[in-house]
Antibody
Framework: EVQLLESGGGLVQPGWSLRLSCTAS????????MTWVRQAPGKGLEWVST????????YYADSVRGRFTISRDNSKNTAYLEMHTVRAEDTAIYYC????????????????WGQGTLVAVSS | ETVLTQSPDTLSLSPGERATLSCRAS??????LAWYQQKPGQAPRLLIY???NRATGIPARFSGTGSGTDFTLTISSLEPEDFAVYYC?????????FGQGTKVEIK
């Protein structure tokens, strides 16, 4: 059974840093790109960042590029999102999600999601 | 950046009725479009991928059509558990975007 478990969320002050983790099980982790998607309170879904299965390719939304860093440790089946210089508008539930397709095939979608971890940015 | 616009914002229907949700892309996304369902307090669930393929375990009452810039998600006969928010999503190379969502509510 595929499972994704996020952790690391919490209350953080503007300008501070935070690291989110997503621990996976039930599939060959290194074969799949992993993605972070966030959802501000009462709002829609926003793609944040994606990392390829091997970790060599990383992609970011304009809203977080230069402030957030995605990484993964395939030996630990874990993906990370390092959040720096956080802002009030980064307040959201952060979900990690697994690509439907292995490798770099276009299309598909995200077939498994974690339960999310809440990040609240406030002084 | 490819923008996805969903319509309508809200759809008020009764159980047993047919729901038709639209998603329009600002430029062609070929067939690289997915649909998700999200219920309050839950993570999104993949319904349709590559415009018309049902994900594992998704009932046959859900169907997707379209290509290029115009896509449709149809729920043939609404069940009580289908009242939720639906999002479309596209991938251009390695950049993903979501539509703003359509809420399907009980009339």
């Amino acid at each position: 059974e595929v499972q994704l478990l996020e952790s690391g969320g919490g209350l953080v002050q503007p300008g501070w840093s935070l690291r989110l983790s997503c621990t996976a099980s039930g599939f060959t982790f290194s074969n799949y790109a992993m993605t972070w998607v966030r959802q501000a309170p009462g709002k829609g879904l926003e793609w944040v960042s994606t990392i390829s299965g091997g970790g060599n390719s990383k992609y970011y939304a304009d809203s977080v590029r230069g402030r957030f860093t995605i990484s993964r440790d395939n030996s630990k089946n874990t993906a990370y999102l390092e959040m720096h210089t956080v802002r009030a508008e980064d307040t959201a539930i952060y979900y990690c999600a697994k690509d439907l397709y292995s490798g770099s095939q276009l299309g598909g979608g995200f077939d498994y999601w974690g339960q999310g971890t809440l990040v609240a940015v406030s002084s | 950046e490819t923008v996805l616009t969903q319509s309508p914002d809200t759809l008020s229907l009764s159980p047993g009725e047919r729901a038709t949700l639209s998603c329009r892309a600002s430029q062609s996304v070929s067939s690289y479009l997915a649909w998700y369902q999200q219920k309050p307090g839950q993570a999104p669930r993949l319904l349709i991928y590559d415009a018309s393929n049902r994900a594992t375990g998704i009932p046959a009452r859900f169907s997707g059509t379209g290509s290029g810039t115009d896509f449709t998600l149809t729920i043939s006969s609404l069940e009580p558990e289908d009242f939720a928010v639906y999002y479309c999503q596209q991938r251009s190379n390695w950049l993903w975007t979501f539509g703003q969502g359509t809420k399907v509510e009980i009339k």
